[in-house]
């Protein structure tokens, strides 16, 4: 008992893996051995098994005690739990849903974690960490004294200044004067350079020399990087970039390879499911259950829905997603990464990027920037928008500028592991520059063959604005606000009588917040069927839904208008 192969046996059979890796067991016994941890290593190696390690080795010893585990998200509070609870540990995910259910349920989490003489385990985001209740649990001295591990995942949030976590991570280092010497104190993460490990480890209190320094290679061989400039305009309705994601005659959904593709903003998400949703077969069977959004809008629900069902092989094949699903989420299945904005950081990327291929299969990670990223000699900056260009290239994370331009020397992943301290072993598949095939012609045609069909089907543009013909007025502020609260409820009524939907989807899925702002403002142009399918442009649902909500529309509006 207590020695490495003992581990190696125990956690194999707690976690139900075949054997665990190296890596794991040794860091596993670090913090059995009461040493604090650092531990850098790629995304999907296994980190959260070095957490549960001390856990499952105490409780397997019938010791006692508290551990905390802190994550970003809510959803992975749940999902980070639920794992501890399969390994057979007493764990608890404490967020603001999960305190209200119990309150109802007339439990308290908090006294749940407190009492008992066996190993707990409460999963929490940072702003509980260091909310008022925690303050009020850590008064009592018996809880201070039973706290006896701190781990925090996703570390490098603490460094991460662009990032809404920022703050709520940075605060975690100032409950080390509130828990006792004798906790002991783990960090993970997939993604840090040695110069901003430093970094890290200072803002979360690690002190040089008294904690274990674990460092493993941050790459992933199985992940072929794909970096691109755009060809396309993205701003409309069109993204022929990555027409590429669905085959041309396609016969089921299982055709499709099971894809995340990462936006900067739910409205853009809209636009490219809503896209995507244009090239499946109308005559396919739920040909609009094969591309789905997933974004902080969605409910709990619907987001544990989804991972389970893109997990389970079903229909489900491409989520467009926000940053919402960079944490919080374990897709094994995963062949093909896009990240279709520009990243704040090379290390935000990374870990969109290397969703692809956790199971070991070949996976690629595409990124794209406007063409204006592209670097340009400074001799050739001769036009004001080249100077402006110029400006918003010094404002991009100089990793992210690198990425997409790495030189005739170097190529994405050789920057990548040279920027980790790490030795360039070239392999293949490496990346677009060191093989650009098969992807570059394959990709090609295939967004040319969908260029050509969709020109093909495309109704003439219409060189008309739509304008007001005088039949409504312009809604003012009060009237603005009362047609949207009509709207709201109107949509909500609509979206209860479909019946082929999950009753976990929400409300936006019928109509998104954009649409309902553009239809607010848009409102009194509205006087023709046309000049309304011309507003709403885009509208997923318009051929089960425009003429009632026209219908609606016009009702409401000569409402208003007497």
């Known amino acids: 008992v207590g020695s490495s192969g003992w581990l190696s046996a125990l956690l194999q059979r707690k976690c139900q893996i075949s054997r665990p890796r190296e890596f794991q067991v040794r860091h596993g016994m670090d913090l059995i051995n009461g040493k604090d941890l650092f531990l850098v290593i790629a995304p999907g190696q296994g980190k959260t098994i070095v957490m549960f390690a001390p856990l499952l080795a105490a409780q397997a010893r019938a010791e006692a005690g508290i551990a905390f585990i802190i994550v970003p998200t809510k959803l992975l509070t749940l999902q980070l739990s639920n794992g501890a609870s399969k390994a057979g540990l007493r764990a608890i995910a ?6 209200r259910t119990a309150q109802l349920d007339q439990r308290d989490l908090f006294k749940e974690i407190a009492a008992g003489d066996d190993v707990r385990v409460a999963v929490m985001s940072p702003q509980m960490f260091s909310g008022i209740r925690m303050h009020a649990f850590l008064r009592i001295a018996e809880n201070r004294r039973n706290v006896r591990w701190l781990m925090v995942d996703e570390a490098h949030l603490v460094d991460e200044e662009s990032t809404v976590w920022y703050q709520p991570y940075r605060s975690i ?16 993460t997939g993604t840090a350079t040695p110069a901003r490990a430093a970094s890290i480890t200072s803002a979360l209190g690690f002190r040089q020399g008294c904690y274990v320094n674990a460092r493993y290679s941050v790459d992933r061989p199985n992940v072929k990087y794909i970096p691109r400039f755009f060809s396309h305009s993205v701003s409309g309705t069109d993204f022929l970039d990555i027409a590429f994601l669905i085959p041309h005659n396609m016969t089921k959904a299982q055709d499709i390879a099971i894809t995340l593709v990462f936006c900067n903003t739910i409205e853009t998400g809209y636009r490219v499911m809503k896209f995507l949703d244009r090239l499946i077969p109308a005559e396919l069977p739920n040909r609009l259950g094969m591309v789905k959004l997933y974004n902080s809008l969605m409910p709990e629900s619907y987001r544990k829905k989804f991972i389970g ?7 489900l094949r491409i989520g467009v ?38 199971d070991g299969s070949p996976a690629l990670a595409y990124s794209f920037a406007p063409e204006w990223v592209r670097e340009v000699p400074s001799k050739m900056i001769c036009t004001k928008q080249d100077q402006v260009n110029a400006e918003r290239r010094r404002k991009l994370d100089p990793g992210v500028l690198r990425w997409f331009g790495p030189g005739p ?6 920057l990548d592991l040279e920027s980790n301290g790490e030795d360039f072993q070239p392999h293949d598949p490496c990346c677009s520059v060191c093989q650009p095939q098969p992807e570059r012609l394959l990709d090609a045609a295939a967004n040319a063959k969908w260029a050509k069909k969709l020109a093909q089907l495309a109704p003439e543009k219409s ?15 009060r009237t603005r606000r009362a047609f949207i609260t009509m709207l709201l409820k109107w949509r909500a009524s609509a979206w209860a009588q479909v019946s082929n939907k999950h009753p976990d989807e929400p409300h936006e899925w019928l109509l998104p917040t954009f649409l309902v702002d553009r239809l607010a403002d848009k409102a009194h142009v509205c006087t023709t069927f046309e000049k309304f399918k011309q507003v709403m442009a885009g509208w997923r649902y318009m051929p089960t839904h425009g003429e009632r909500l026209f219908r609606w529309l016009s009702e409401v509006l000569a409402g208003f208008d007497d």
């Open 173 to 188: 280092q100032t409950m080390r004067a509130r828990l006792g010497s004798n906790t002991i104190w783990a960090a993970v």
């Open 463 to 477: 060189t008309v604005t739509v304008r007001s013909d005088g039949t409504y007025p312009t809604l003012g502020l």
């Open 409 to 414: 020397a170097m190529c994405p992943r050789q």
């Open 321 to 358: 997603c926000t940053d919402t699903l960079v944490y919080g989420c374990d897709i094994p299945g995963v062949r093909r990464t896009v990240n279709m904005g520009i990243p704040k950081s090379r290390q935000e990327a990374k870990q969109k990027d290397l969703r692809g291929g956790r």
């Open 309 to 315: 069902d893109i997990n389970a092989n079903s229909d």
């Open 94 to 99: 404490i967020n603001e849903d999960t305190l």
